[in-house]
């Protein structure tokens, strides 16, 4: 007996979906724009990104009208959060510190120095302790620094990135009643390096101060806060506490050769210390020609007058 043929059905049933090409291939090109814009937004800055989209404006096809529609979607919405973020880490105003004639008297104006200040492990240190909670100490000769630089004639300014609650009560007790430091500098006056995407500093930019950037010195240890005006940077060295450190009290020298030499561009003496710790490369400079009988000089870099 002959069996009959029989016919295996297919286990699953033939797709009916049809593909449309100019379709998926829009689709495509749209998710390959968005890679793109992300690209762009990570590597290129919002000026980029527009140059960019204008340079291909004018090319033909509808991939390129969806590109450009994109595009220009895409920078507006960059240029709006880059303005809301430039609210929180631009400096807020672009003249920190009112006109030196306002304050001096005209024949006193072109005497001025200024020196910028950086608080936090520069001139004071604070730890948290468990049985006392935060404590700040005042790094040795703060005090006769602040009232040296003010009786040479120095006006000196506190720049710090830190807030305005924590670091003015700091202030108030090394200096009551602004009598040396007349001005005071939060978190709100720097000027924030970084983006959405990327890390940065609160700089301080000395660009900001409303005042003659041949005549500002800016002292700190940490060197990348001074990134915007690095000529105009005296590092010293980082404390933590030693109580035997006297940086400070060695840098009183170094401002009292400054006026006393006329130095019209203190950035002179800054570029001739770069890549040092001020006040122990002066020393080191000044033992040096001591032990040669006063001869060398140039502590001081050029000290054009």
Partial sequence: MTRAPTTRKPSHPPSTA??????????????????TATYLGVRHTTSECQSWVDAHRDAPGPLAAAARALGDAYCRARASVDETI?????PVSDKLLPP?????????????RTLALDLEDTIV???YRRDRGWLTFKRPGVEELLKAAYNLGYEVVLYT???HMTADPVM?????GRQYVPFRLFRDSTQFTGTLLT??????????????PARTLYLTHDAPTAQLQPD?????????GDPDDTQLLDLIPVLQMIVQGGVRDVRDVARAYRGTVLPVAFKERAAKAAAAGGKGGGWLGKGKR
């Fill in 199 to 212: 890390p940065g500093v609160h700089a301080r930019d000395l660009s900001k101060l409303n005042r003659d």
């Fill in 86 to 90: 430039a609210t929180y880490s631009d």
């Fill in 100 to 112: 030196l004639d306002v304050l001096y008297p005209p024949h006193i104006v072109p005497l001025v």
């Fill in 232 to 240: 105009n940077l005296v590092r010293v060295g980082k404390w933590e």
């Fill in 161 to 163: 990135d830190a807030d």
């Fill in 18 to 35: 049809t593909v449309d090409p100019p379709r998926d291939t829009i689709l495509a090109a749209m998710a390959g724009l968005g890679v």
């Fill in 172 to 176: 108030e007790r090394l200096d009551p």
């Fill in 125 to 127: 240190h604070s730890e």
